[in-house]
T-cell receptor, first 111, second 116 residues
Framework: TQLLEQSPQFLSIQEGENLTVYCNSSSVFSSLQWYRQEPGEGPVLLVTVVTGGEVKKLKRLTFQFGDARKDSSLHITAAQPGDTGLYLCAELIQGAQKLVFGQGTRLTINP | EAQVTQNPRYLITVTGKKLTVTCSQNMNHEYMSWYRQDPGLGLRQIYYSMNVEVTDKGDVPEGYKVSRKEKRNFPLILESPSPNQTSLYFC???????????????FGPGTRLTVL
């Protein structure tokens, strides 16, 4: 099973700052998903990236898939307290419809 | 409202006492799966089911059983729970994959299990 490494594991910043979190793999991703999980809830899908070099935007969130499809990043502009949560990247194993998750980045945005 | 429900949400039990965590989805999804979430390890798949009466092991199946008698329900059974099964459990469902289609997996709210 592929190992997904997320960094940093913890990040605490002030409201209004920008931040980037990373997801790296030892081998090529088939497709990659980013999830956000809030306390007491299950993960919720934010985006799926499939093509190397792909960039997707979701309001203040920008997701990038590396050209070689072995890494991905999530950039948040002007972070807000509502962005607080656990951000998980996951590879979707095609056919098995199985997700292999990274360990997550726990993000705290302080007012 | 389209959703995945789990019961109970919280459970404290003792070693060896059989328990079942229920999972139900109202989206007519064919695919369902169970994950456990532990600090520093992310979510790991326990079992999955591609359709009624079709189940298979995930990455960490030891100590767990599942059944899929109806499309909407996918219970997780711990015949003889042990303390190392203390964890946060999530059920998820999605449409069955077709080719390269990437279907969204919908997660339930989680069941926090403590085995003493």
């Amino acid at each position: 099973t592929q190992l997904l490494e997320q960094s940093p594991q913890f990040l605490s910043i002030q409201e209004g700052e920008n931040l980037t979190v990373y997801c790296n793999s030892s081998s090529v991703f088939s497709s990659l998903q980013w999830y956000r999980q809030e306390p007491g809830e299950g993960p919720v899908l934010l985006v799926t990236v499939v093509t190397g070099g792909e960039v997707k935007k979701l309001k203040r969130l920008t997701f990038q898939f590396g050209d070689a499809r072995k890494d991905s990043s999530l950039h948040i502009t002007a972070a807000q307290p509502g962005d607080t949560g656990l951000y998980l990247c996951a590879e979707l194993i095609q056919g098995a419809q199985k997700l292999v998750f990274g360990q997550g980045t726990r993000l705290t945005i302080n007012p | 409202e389209a959703q995945v429900t789990q019961n109970p949400r919280y459970l404290i039990t003792v070693t060896g006492k059989k328990l079942t965590v229920t999972c139900s989805q109202n989206m007519n999804h064919e695919y369902m799966s169970w994950y456990r979430q532990d600090p520093g390890l992310g979510l790991r798949q326990i079992y999955y089911s591609m359709n009624v009466e079709v189940t298979d092991k995930g990455d960490v199946p030891e100590g767990y059983k599942v059944s899929r008698k109806e499309k909407r329900n996918f219970p997780l059974i711990l015949e003889s729970p042990s303390p190392n099964q203390t964890s946060l459990y999530f059920c998820a469902s999605s449409l069955r994959p077709r080719g390269t289609r990437t279907d969204t997996q919908y997660f339930g709210p989680g069941t926090r299990l403590t085995v003493l």
